[in-house]
């Protein structure tokens, strides 16, 4: 492959992840309010075009012409940095998320990944745990207790279940023997069919479901939404906030969804991977177009999963919310790095 | 005293340790929330789909207009003072010669107005009106953006000549024999 043409394709890739990401975030939020009504057994927003399919763009159009508040007692560089550390760190993470196998065009294979990390997990780990530096400096620099005290619980949140969800991944990581994601994915190739080969989530229920309670929690979902609690914190750490910084709060907070579903897929529910893929005995990029398709559907179906939780269970109280991650789910990570570890020594 | 059957006592009593789990409450919570997905909704689309009312609904007034198209009301105040909610204000005016196509009666209502705000839609006008001016009919009283607004007078009350208003529904039978009543002392 010759140097520009790399280029150019990595342009591709990355211009297309990019308007995807904000494609499916933009459009979650509208899932958010139908998903919401229809739980409910109401119709939610149907007024902009057919099914109320535009109302992302007016919402959009609506934030944007809002009236643009910096409090004056505020620290205005922090306060500009806050929504755009939040923004900028989701959605660097979709870099290492294969998106799909291979393609591959006049002999030449092309990734459907933009970069390869053999470290993909880890550095995953890394741009969310910056995430939470968006929240604290918004909320520190907003000059106001009740940002605040959602900044700091922000920021104590996703330290506590940031633990948890580590130790998941190094049970999962000692299955799979690498940090890579693409190996990951790989490994988890064919599954029900002729090549018989479980998912993750055979061989890790426990640790799929420590990492999906502590993903609730990095993204400040319900029931663990206690950094932007209503009741208590008026609006957390985005009390102050208002036209599109509150936007992209709001947004980043989507785009966090989105990737950490595509992430919880790729971990644990086999990627780009679907069943009987190999025993189709279809053409090789067919099946990579498929593996993708297949692949949004699973992260379509946690986004709903989400707002399925969302409009199910009621915020946890803060001291609950403390007990639950470091009582019962690092107690619960370390037992099963434990038994996988035992069982990866003994049985093979 | 037993209301319902339905009352619970309140155990403050340890969670068994499935209870702590929390995971089969929140399996089952899930299961009922799905449910409702696919349960019929209960919104009404509004401007296209209107909720069925009933035939005596009581909605925004209408000032009825004789078989000649002159107006009914004489601006006698009874329904002013049958008004609980004191929505009604009235000014009276003399006939001018020439005008009889215009009001009925020698005296008419020169200002006419209802603050629908204020209006609780008792229906208590149109039972106190003597002349079968006042009527509440089945339509809903539009939505404003300032309280003036709703402070409807005569151009808003009064029917239009072309385009009658139909209050049959309202003027049932015993609606009817109760305005022939002349006991009552506003059909004397």
Sequence with gaps: MILTDYFIYKLILTGSVFGITLFVAAYSTYAERKVAAFLQDRLGPDRAGPFGILQPLADGLKMIMKEEIIPVVSNKLLFVMGPSIAMLTALMAGVVIPWGNTLILDGVE???????????????????????????????????????????????????????????????????????????SAMQSGGVGGDWNFWNVVHQPLGFLIFLVCAFAECNRTPFDLPECETELVGGYHTEYSSMKLGFYLFAEYINMFVSSAVISTLYFGGYNFPFMNDLGLDHNVITILGTLAFFAKIVFFIFFYMWIRWTIPRFRYDQLMNLGWKILIPLAIFNIFVTALVSLFWK | MQLTNRSKTVVNKEMTFWERMYLPAVISGVTITIKHLFRKKATIRYPETKREIAAVWRGQHVLKRDDKGAERCTACGLCAVACPAEAITMVAAERKKGEENLYREEKYAATYEINMLRCIFCGLCEEACPKEAIFLTDRIVSTDYGRNGFVYGKDKLVEKVDERIDVTKRQTESVLAFKQQKKLSHNK
């Design chain 1, 110 to 184: 092309y990734s459907l990944q933009i970069a390869d990390l053999n470290i993909g997990v880890l550095y995953v780990f890394a741009v969310v745990s910056i995430g939470v530096y968006g929240i604290m400096i918004g909320g520190w620099a907003s000059n106001n207790k009740f940002s605040l005290l959602g900044a700091i619980r922000a920021s104590a949140q996703m330290i506590s279940y940031e633990v948890a969800m580590g130790l998941a991944i190094i049970a999962l990581v000692v299955t799979t023997g690498t940090l890579s994601l693409r190996e990951i």
